[in-house]
């Protein structure tokens, strides 16, 4: 379970940067940075990403083989 969590846990985060990297260059491109929509966004990738790990990490299966 540890495991698990570490691991997802390292997904989640990669996912909440990149979204906030990708939220802040496309508000720039429009003129200016919203930052509540940046902050939802990312927020809502990192909640998907640990949703998204309960069907399996194929981080932790690479491991144990």
Same mark, same amino acid.
Do not use: D, N, Q, V
């Given at each position: 379970m540890k495991k698990w969590i570490k691991c997802a846990g390292v997904r989640a985060i990669k996912t909440i940067a990149q979204t906030a990297i990708a939220t %802040?260059? *496309? +508000? *720039? !491109? #429009?003129?200016?940075v919203n930052w509540i929509m940046v902050?939802? !966004? +990312? #927020? #809502? !990738?990192? %909640? #998907?990403? $640990? $949703? *998204? +790990? %309960? !069907?399996? $990490?194929?981080? %932790? /299966?690479?491991?144990? /083989?």
């Open positions: %802040i260059g *496309t +508000s *720039t !491109a #429009l003129g200016e902050g939802s !966004a +990312s #927020l #809502l !990738a990192g %909640i #998907l990403s $640990l $949703l *998204t +790990s %309960i !069907a399996g $990490l194929p981080e %932790i /299966k690479e491991e144990e /083989k």
